[in-house]
């Protein structure tokens, strides 16, 4: 069968799990476009030495591919990247990627979507989807001086695999889950590591650099059934991980109270007592690591807690005027989270922009979709469970959500759906009032946090995710009849 045309931006882990499911459903008439030279996602732009998913393996996986044979417990970028490759070459999705090719233009006008490439291409769709990631667009920090360093300033997410820091003296500002991975594989050969932290991040001890052992591997390989069902009660345990961040209690403290024996692990007390975070531990992204608190400890490593007043020629200053002589300058410094499709310039129904819709920040109903914008649908979009619950479960239950809209359109029930205000402002009121009691809003400063003060993730456990996600034929949505037209028909 063929059907709608539909559009998906991004071959990301959510991009690919939109192919699959599209071609599951029978629908072939789609084109995922891809920014990067390869499929992946994250997985393909960041590739900064020691990158590993702070996810374990056994888990970090879709419900549709199976994978047993992980090197690690913790998998390594290569090896996560491996797998989503498996994915396009097991679902023929190939023919259906067009790699290289950014999307920089997308209009919605007479009832279809009008997709311009940077190499000016043009597409016509049904459907428009994005799967365009939460974490890509590198934050550079806006330090005085950092054009002027002579030696090589690398971001961590486009990290050049010609730089070797073997011997050299190395900075790395930032000290989140990448600047944590980055000082455990760079220190043991670097001549020093400087790490500038500039506030402390709870680290938890996790075996993130042990090999998966042989006997799971050769278990999993003889008992595929096996391999699935342990899948399936991972996910569901993680349902524990999800009930600790969204609802203070015992669970919540038990794991806090780890955190705070992991950081005796510092045997100084005085670099102890510096990286002592003052706010609650799972607060801000929860850091995992094996060897971190090893390396700081190494002779050859300083940690830097003062704040960085400027960079100059031959390295780092800080603001109490020692300077730090260096030969390369590592930007662990995060991301621009809230950009998701920025910046392309995204035009939904009689002219709303996206920069327009979203001028207090991104929003969407369901984490999906958005008033003004018909037939169009965002994969871990705003107010995802990036914090919380099981990514590609996620993923994978809001493509069903799109498919089910994509059918009704093949099956000529509708024409264009769109979800109204009332049903995303109601929505945004009781996300706020969600948040309240999670972890993340106990007073720490995080990328969860949009510029309006509000945390952009799903403060609600799976079974919340799915009844959202299950309902798509209600009243919070605006639907025209491929006969009756007019937008303003309200289902339900
Ligand atoms: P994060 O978690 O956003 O961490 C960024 C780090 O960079 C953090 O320690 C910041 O310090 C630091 N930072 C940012 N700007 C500056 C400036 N101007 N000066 C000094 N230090 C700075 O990003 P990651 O890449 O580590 O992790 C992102 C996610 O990827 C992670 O949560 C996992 O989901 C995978 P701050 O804490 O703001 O003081």
């Avoid at 342990?230 to 524990?240: E, H, K, M």
């Avoid at 609802?247 to 403290?253: A, F, Q, S």
């Avoid at 038990?254 to 950081?263: E, F, P, T, W």
């Avoid at 994969?379 to 619950?389: C, T």
Wanted: proline share 6%.
């Amino acid at each position: 069968m063929t059907g709608p045309r539909v559009l998906v931006i991004g071959a990301g882990m959510s991009g690919l799990a939109m192919g699959v499911k599209l071609k599951a459903a029978g629908f072939d008439d789609f084109t995922i476009l891809e920014k990067g030279s390869d499929v992946g996602g994250v997985w393909f732009w960041n590739r900064y030495p020691g990158l590993a998913c702070d996810v374990p393996s056994l888990l970090y996986r879709y419900s549709f591919q199976n994978k047993t044979d992980w090197p690690n417990i913790f998998s390594s970028r290569d090896d996560i990247l491996a797998y989503h490759r498996g994915v396009a070459d097991d679902h023929d999705l190939w023919p259906h990627i067009r790699l290289d090719s950014e999307v920089v233009a997308a209009r919605f006008a007479e009832n279809a979507w009008h997709v311009e490439t940077d190499a000016g291409e043009e597409f016509t769709a049904d459907f428009l989807v994005a799967a365009t990631g939460v974490l890509h667009h590198p934050n550079r920090p806006d330090i005085p001086g950092l054009d002027d360093f002579a030696g090589p300033v690398v971001h961590t997410a486009r990290w050049d695999r010609g730089l070797d820091t073997t011997d050299r003296r190395v900075a790395i500002i930032g000290g989140g889950s990448t600047g944590v991975q980055i000082t455990g594989a760079l220190q043991p050969t670097a001549r020093t590591l400087t790490l500038f932290q500039r506030s402390p991040q709870w680290v938890l001890w996790a075996p993130t650099t042990l090999p998966q052992p042989n006997f799971v591997t050769r278990l999993f390989r003889r008992r595929p059934a096996l391999a699935q069902a342990s899948f399936r009660a991972w996910v569901r345990a993680s349902a524990l991980f999800t009930d600790l961040t969204i609802h203070p209690g015992i669970k919540r403290r038990a794991v806090q109270s780890y955190a705070r024996l992991c950081l005796r692990l510092i045997r100084d007390r005085d670099l102890r007592e510096r990286l002592r975070p003052d706010y609650q531990p799972l607060c801000k992204r929860q850091v995992l690591s094996g060897n971190y608190f090893r390396a700081i400890q190494r002779p050859n490593v300083e940690v830097v807690t003062d704040r960085i007043d400027h960079v100059d020629a031959t390295g780092i200053v800080t603001a109490g005027g020692n300077h730090h002589d260096v030969d390369i300058v590592v930007l662990a410094t995060g991301f621009a989270a809230h950009n998701y499709m920025r910046p392309m310039n995204l035009t939904g129904r009689d002219g709303i922009t996206i920069d327009e819709a979203w001028k207090s920040g991104p929003h969407a109903f369901a984490m999906t979709s958005i008033p003004g914008f018909p037939n169009f649908f965002t994969i871990l979009g705003p107010n995802s469970p990036v914090g919380s619950i099981h990514l590609q479960t996620a993923a994978e239950l809001t493509c069903d959500h799109i498919i089910r809209w994509i059918s009704a359109f093949a099956n000529g029930e509708m024409t264009t759906v769109e979800v109204s205000e009332n049903a995303t402002r109601r929505f945004n009121s009781d996300v706020v009032d969600a948040l309240q009691p999670t972890v993340w809003n106990t007073g720490c400063e995080s990328w969860y946090f949009k510029d309006d003060g509000t945390v952009d993730l799903w403060p609600f456990d799976l079974a919340t995710l799915k009844q959202f996600l299950g309902q798509p034929l209600s009243s919070d949505y605006l639907i025209t009849h491929p006969e009756r037209g007019a937008l303003g028909d309200q289902v339900g």
